[in-house]
């Protein structure tokens, strides 16, 4: 059974800038939510998609898109990079029953 | 609003000291409880989880965890701990149909030798 995998793993922006992360989830899950991890701090949740459609949004800006595609892996799109975007995202896969979150390594990005 | 409080955010004790953790969130309707551990270097593990029944529930690595409903608190605990349980612990709550986890600030735990 494969976990929940993130690319890259590290990737550093320039403010202004758009950035793509990748999610592929585990086999047999349908669902995919997206988390930032500031430093210091737990997960906030960005959004969860099921069914290749936004299924429950956080309180982050509209910059902050997504996209799951047929083999349910995800991705996660931030335009207009700010400086406060600096941080863990973290993909976590699971199903609707039983509901049980399995999250990856994460992508740690850095704006500079 | 909804919210998560962790009560310690850093933790020290030496090994085969016992550890409890304190978790309390704010909801008044049906929620699913989490515990999540994070060791060095590692992603996020599931620790244990409650959904209903038994309030104690037990998870991995000899934890534990009560949800006592009055109080609205899920605390995690440990009888003896290992050095190897140095880690970041999380706790989250469930509260919608569809799956927002909303996670504490999480509590670091050292255990010395």
């Known amino acids: 059974e494969t976990g929940v995998t993130q690319s890259p793993t590290h990737l550093i922006k320039t403010r202004g800038q758009q950035v793509t992360l990748r999610c592929s989830s585990q086999?047999?899950?349908?669902?995919v939510s997206w988390y930032q991890q500031a430093l210091g701090q737990g997960p906030q949740f960005i959004f969860q998609?099921?069914?290749?459609?936004?299924?429950g949004r956080g309180n982050f800006p509209p910059r902050f898109s997504g996209l799951q595609f047929p083999n349910y892996s995800s991705e996660l799109n931030v335009n207009a990079l700010e400086l406060d975007d600096s941080a863990l995202y973290l993909c976590?896969?699971?199903?609707?029953?039983?509901?049980?979150?399995?999250f990856g390594p994460g992508t740690r990005l850095t704006v500079t | 609003a909804q919210s998560v409080s962790q009560h310690n955010h850093h933790v020290i004790l030496s090994e085969a000291a016992s550890l409890e953790l304190g978790c309390n969130y704010s909801?008044?309707?049906?929620?699913?409880l989490f515990w999540y551990v994070q060791y060095p270097g590692q992603h996020l593990q599931l620790l244990l989880k409650?959904?209903?029944?038994?309030?104690l529930v037990k998870g991995i690595k000899g934890f534990e965890a009560e949800f006592i409903k009055s109080k609205f608190s899920f605390n995690l605990r440990k009888p003896s701990v290992q050095w190897s349980d140095t880690a970041e612990y999380f706790c989250?709550?469930?509260?919608?149909?569809?799956?927002?986890?909303?996670f504490g600030a999480g509590t670091q735990v050292v255990v010395t030798p």
């Open positions: 976590a896969s699971s199903n609707r029953v039983p509901y049980e979150q399995y």
């Open positions: 086999s047999g899950h349908n669902t």
């Open positions: 998609y099921y069914r290749e459609e936004e299924n």
């Open positions: 909801y008044g309707g049906t929620v699913n």
């Open positions: 409650y959904f209903s029944g038994d309030p």
């Open positions: 989250a709550v469930k509260t919608d149909s569809w799956g927002k986890l909303q």
